[in-house]
């Protein structure tokens, strides 16, 4: 399984972007998909999920109601929509996929497949 992750840019802050994430390979729609994040000097850290169905979807706190993550099985891709975006949302977002790790799971060290990071950077 290989996931390719892109949309990362500069953004000014309360701005929006769309981040995606293909996947390819033995992929197939069964597996839980993923975002995490790591910024400069910090560790990855867990920030949205959605489990295969695409029926329920997980959030860490602080980007609850700005953040939306979906997917369309058809294309094999997830997204990433952030909105309201603050300067402490600046990180490397990775997409991530396990067939076993739930989309709530915050473990990074459970996730089995991970795509290259895109950087976003927020400026305030």
């Known amino acids: 399984v290989q996931l390719q992750a892109s949309g990362g840019g500069l953004v000014q802050a309360w701005g929006s972007r769309r981040l995606s994430c293909v996947a390819s390979?033995?992929?197939?729609?069964?597996?839980?998909m993923g975002w995490f994040r790591r910024a400069p000097g910090k560790g990855r850290e867990f920030v949205a999920g959605i489990n295969l169905s695409g029926g329920s979807t997980y959030y860490r706190d602080s980007v609850k109601g700005r953040f939306t993550i979906s997917r369309d099985t058809a294309k094999n891709t997830v997204y990433l929509q952030m909105n309201s975006l603050r300067p402490e949302d600046s990180a490397y977002y990775y997409c991530?996929?396990?067939?076993?790790?739930?989309?709530?799971?915050?473990?990074?060290?459970?996730?089995?497949?991970w795509g290259q990071g895109t950087l976003v950077t927020v400026s305030s």
């Open positions: 390979g033995r992929m197939n729609s069964r597996y839980n």
């Open positions: 991530a996929a396990d067939l076993f790790a739930s989309g709530s799971n915050t473990k990074y060290t459970d996730w089995r497949y």
